[in-house]
């Protein structure tokens, strides 16, 4: 009987990741189709200073306008990341309009502060990938010192650590910053930190979460928020949702934070109505 029912469970098993499969295949060729149409575009969620309540940046966000299916986020599509064609298509695709989404808030006087863009591991297998996303910000005419690029630890793992590093190295130089993402899940070893131009860590919303009621995750953003401070660096704290949450954060001395109690990502064209009336009605309560 019991051999039955392992038997039983391999087919579920194996039924279950040729469907997984299947459908990364489907997305892949839906996504390609979606970028040749021209229907996916950045969300910009802001990132509030802790200390000053005023809005500090944006990160770009991929989202896709299916005809179809509505306003998608990457619950749907996320998993073209891992594919290097695709991630350096979309990745592309959300620079080269966050680029020019920048170029005309600051012709409009308007002040968008550090906009982010994300990069995945497979958009490292681009050895040119520095020198594409510099010319891209020429092309919109913004400077390099406006953007910054968020990286998970997963890109210094492997194979291509000294591409990484080179491209790193590249874009840090050219005065772009540098964001560790989703910081202290996955492989964090603190040597990343020594290693690369890192200049802001992002705290990952799974510590955020429980910051209320878990001491011990309340003591891993603390320790993570006094590394970055003793490294210099910035730290943002992502996904967070309520008033106590920003208020221990800010106690606990991190600099910026992001997430639903502020906003979710938005539009392009709603952010220049965002950054006036964040200014106009000076949100300063956290602070
Ligand atoms: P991430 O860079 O860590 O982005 C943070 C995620 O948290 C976003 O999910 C954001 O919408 C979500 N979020 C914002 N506020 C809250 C909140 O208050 N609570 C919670 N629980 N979540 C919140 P999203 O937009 O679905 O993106 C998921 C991931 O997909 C991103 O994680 C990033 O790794 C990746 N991604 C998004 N756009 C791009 C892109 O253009 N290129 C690449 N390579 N990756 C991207
Ligand atoms: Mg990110
Ligand atoms: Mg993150
Ligand atoms: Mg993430």
Redesign the pocket.
Known sequence: RAKEQGRGQTAVYTSAARAAMERRVTIAREVREGLAARQFR??Y?PRISLKTGRIAGF?????WQHPAKGLL???YF?SV?AEHEL?IA??E???RQAAADVRSWLDQGLECGLVA????S??FSDPGLAVRILRMLEEAGVHPACFEV?V?ETVFLGRRTATASSILNELHKAGVSIAL??FGTGFTSLTHLKQYPVDHI?I??SFV?NLIDDRVDAAIVTAIVNLGHAMGLHTTA????TIEQAERLRKAGCDFA????YA??RSGAEVPRIIRSWSSDRRTSMG
Request: hydrophobic share 30%; no cysteine; net charge negative.
């Open positions: 950045p969300g969620q990160e770009a966000l991929a989202r986020s990457p619950d996320g990341f991630s979309l990745g695709e959300v620079i863009v994300n990069l995945s497979a958009d968020e998970t993402d989703d992002k990952d919303q979460q992502e996904g967070v949702e992001q997430g639903r109690l979710e990502p």
